[in-house]
């Protein structure tokens, strides 16, 4: 029995870890993304930015 225990403990931590670092990834893909949508709107975006913002607001 008390495996039993041991390893649903494991398999919830190891699932909430999954799901973050999922979150994570997903977070950073759609940073990227918008990154390069806004390079390819102006040709000077990295020159001119010296700051990064997020919009929250969609």
């Not at 039993?4 to 759609?30: D, H, P, Q, S």
């Not at 918008?34 to 997020?54: C, M, P």
Request: with cysteine; hydrophobic share 45%; charged share 20%.
């Amino acid at each position: 029995m008390n495996i039993n225990v041991n390893m649903k403990k494991i398999v919830k931590e190891g699932l909430w870890i999954f799901l973050l670092y999922t979150f994570i990834t997903l977070c950073l893909l759609l940073a990227t993304d918008r990154i390069e949508r806004l390079d390819q709107l102006e040709s000077n975006f990295r020159n001119t930015n010296s700051s990064v913002s997020i919009n929250l607001g969609k």
